[in-house]
């Protein structure tokens, strides 16, 4: 249960990553067919449904969204309780 306990565990800080270099991306001037707006692509498929959650429930602030700090902020709260529940098994 241990091993599967580090799996999930990383598995939750691999999906923060990717929230996290989505936002960095959203930042940088994409060109249509470039690398950037192919990566930028691919990680707001890995992204955009669980940030969607949090986009419909926290209203945007002057334009700057604060769904993906929120995202992270449950997710940072939810891996432990995780965790702890594979290790009760």
């Known amino acids: 249960m241990l091993s599967l306990a580090r ?5 939750f800080e691999i999906y923060e990553f990717i929230i996290l270099a989505w ?3 959203s930042w940088i001037p994409r060109t249509p067919g470039g690398f950037v707006d192919d990566l930028s692509q691919v ?3 890995l992204v955009m449904p669980y940030l969607g959650v949090f986009r419909r429930i926290i209203p945007s602030f002057g334009g700057i969204d604060f769904s ?4 992270i902020l449950a997710l940072s709260i939810l891996q432990p309780l995780v965790v702890r529940l594979i290790l009760m098994l």
Not at 7 to 11: F, G, I, M, Q
Not at 68 to 71: C, E, I, L, S
């Open 7 to 11: 799996a999930v565990s990383t598995l």
């Open 43 to 45: 990680l707001s498929r």
């Open 23 to 25: 936002c960095i991306l």
């Open 68 to 71: 993906p700090v929120v995202a």
